[in-house]
């Protein structure tokens, strides 16, 4: 069974700098989605950027990319410029491509800003 | 703008008595989640549905809990009778198996507080 791992519970940044979220995952099929949510104090559950595992090319989203590396099973994520909205419970999240809808969430990461 | 919408918000109830949470999936998905959220479990996974079919319910309590699919605009979850290790937040979301990453688009959730 797959699995998403969240290694770090909280983190922090000061505004304005540059922020790297970690999470990795096991798995034995060879091609997949990798997604980050964010859920801020409102509780909504946003779609930040996804990857397919079979393109190579790091996904971007304006000030969030992620650096995919599939040897390592390693889907982190950064964010750049971090602005206090950033403040939220970021969770990633691996969806099979062999039919399964479902996806596995991690435990998440609680990141604050620092002002 | 399309999303899906989940009522109510919040509902505070006394044990014993039944709940139901509604959501409207974004017209055209045909695949809805029912999620539980606690500060415990994190995301649980309590069923789902692909083209109004029940395809897995298994995390979900069978004795008290339900979950249903009318219609393709409307999905219940039922609780009865409720009790306090009920109380989480309950989100649902929907997919399109027709769209290429098959990711999920959350509601705001209904906050329930069983006393």
């Known amino acids: 069974a797959q699995t998403v791992t969240q290694s770090q519970p909280e983190m922090s940044v000061q505004e304005a700098e540059t922020v790297t979220l970690s999470c990795t995952y096991d798995?034995?099929?060879?091609?997949?989605?990798l997604f980050w949510y964010k859920q801020p104090p409102s509780r909504q559950m946003i779609l930040v950027i996804r990857?397919?595992?079979?393109?190579?090319q790091n996904a971007t989203e304006n000030r969030f990319s992620v650096n995919f590396q599939k040897a390592a099973k390693s889907f982190s994520l950064k964010i750049s410029d971090s602005q206090l909205g950033d403040a939220a419970m970021y969770f990633c999240?691996?969806?099979?491509?062999?039919?399964?809808?479902?996806?596995?969430f991690g435990k998440g990461t609680r990141l604050h800003i620092l002002p | 703008d399309a999303r899906v919408t989940q009522t109510p918000r919040d509902k505070v109830t006394e044990m014993g008595q039944e709940v139901t949470m509604r959501c409207q999936p974004i017209?055209?998905?045909?695949?809805v989640f029912w999620y539980r959220q606690t500060m415990m479990q994190g995301l649980e996974l309590l069923a789902y549905f692909r083209n109004r079919a029940p395809l897995d319910d298994s995390g979900m309590p069978k004795d008290r809990f339900s979950a249903e699919m009318p219609d393709a605009t409307l999905a219940t979850l039922k609780i009865q009778p409720s009790e306090p290790r009920d109380s989480a937040v309950y989100f649902c979301?929907?997919?399109?198996?027709?769209?290429?990453?098959?990711?999920?688009?959350f509601g705001p959730g209904t906050r329930l507080t069983v006393l």
């Open positions: 999240a691996y969806r099979s491509a062999s039919g399964d809808d479902k996806i596995i």
């Open positions: 798995t034995s099929e060879s091609d997949y989605y």
């Open positions: 990857q397919e595992a079979y393109k190579q």
């Open positions: 979301a929907s997919g399109s198996t027709g769209l290429t990453y098959n990711e999920q688009f």
């Open positions: 017209l055209g998905h045909n695949t």
